[in-house]
């Protein structure tokens, strides 16, 4: 599966992004999905997930009540709605799949799939 993340880019602390990847290749609804960042000089973190009908989702606590994690597959489309955005949430974003579904995962080599990534900077 291909995947393509958009939405990227500069927002002011306090804001609200709306972040889409789209994925092509096979049926996206056999896919769990989800989303990391890496802000600059630090590692890869994960941020949510989903599983392939969107009936279950998972976060990092640093993002807990305020991104949302979302998936239209007839549309074959994922989101992440990020709202008081914060400085130090300046990264690159990338959008991730894999074929299992649950239990939900949330570390780096649990995903197969990942996208190019969609950079979001935050100002203060």
């Known amino acids: 599966v291909q995947l393509q993340a958009s939405g990227g880019e500069l927002v002011q602390a306090g804001g609200s992004l709306r972040l889409s990847c789209a994925a092509s290749?096979?049926?996206?609804?056999?896919?769990?999905m989800g989303w990391f960042r890496q802000a600059p000089g630090k590692e890869r973190e994960f941020v949510a997930a989903?599983?392939?009908?969107?009936?279950?989702?998972y976060y990092a606590d640093a993002v807990k009540g305020r991104f949302t994690i979302s998936r239209d597959n007839a549309k074959n489309t994922v989101y992440l709605q990020m709202n008081s955005l914060k400085p130090e949430e300046t990264a690159v974003y990338y959008c991730?799949?894999?074929?299992?579904?649950?239990?939900?995962?949330?570390?780096?080599?649990?995903?197969?799939?990942w996208g190019q990534g969609t950079q979001v900077t935050v100002s203060s």
């Open positions: 991730v799949a894999r074929s299992e579904n649950l239990p939900m995962a949330f570390k780096e080599y649990e995903y197969d799939y």
């Open positions: 290749g096979r049926r996206f609804s056999n896919y769990a």
């Open positions: 989903i599983s392939w009908s969107g009936g279950s989702t």
